[in-house]
């Protein structure tokens, strides 16, 4: 069984950046493809950014393209969600999610998913 644990949330005023990380126990997440999406409150939970097993391939939401980037550290277990330019709009908890399908996903067919870590950006 594979455990994701998200970290890095919190509060951050509006123009400001975040890193999130996500840490995978086990063996085998350098063969996964990871992904990061939220859930704002009242909304339903969104794709944000993917990233293939080998990080050669990236994939992110247009609401967040240009301003997030998603990147992983194979020897760490560990894949990171850079977030830049933050407005109000991006208020969400935050979930890492794990893929054993080597194909890049926007939807929530994932495998394995993380409690989640909250993400406030003040005005």
């Known amino acids: 069984q594979v455990q994701l644990v998200e970290s890095g949330g919190g509060l951050v005023q509006a123009g400001g950046s975040l890193r999130l990380s996500c840490t995978a126990s086990?063996?085998?997440?350098?063969?996964?493809?990871m992904g990061w999406f939220r859930q704002a409150p009242g909304k339903e939970r969104e794709f944000v950014a993917a990233i293939s097993w080998t990080g050669g391939s990236t994939y992110f939401a247009d609401s967040v393209k240009g301003r997030f980037t998603i990147s992983r550290d194979n020897a760490k277990n560990t894949v990171y969600l850079q977030m830049n330019s933050l407005n109000p709009e991006d208020t969400a908890v935050y979930y890492c999610?794990?893929?054993?399908?080597?194909?890049?996903?926007?939807?929530?067919?994932?495998?394995?998913w993380g409690q989640g870590t909250q993400v406030t950006v003040s005005s």
């Open positions: 999610a794990g893929d054993r399908s080597p194909r890049i996903t926007t939807t929530q067919k994932y495998d394995y």
């Open positions: 086990g063996r085998t997440f350098s063969t996964y493809t």
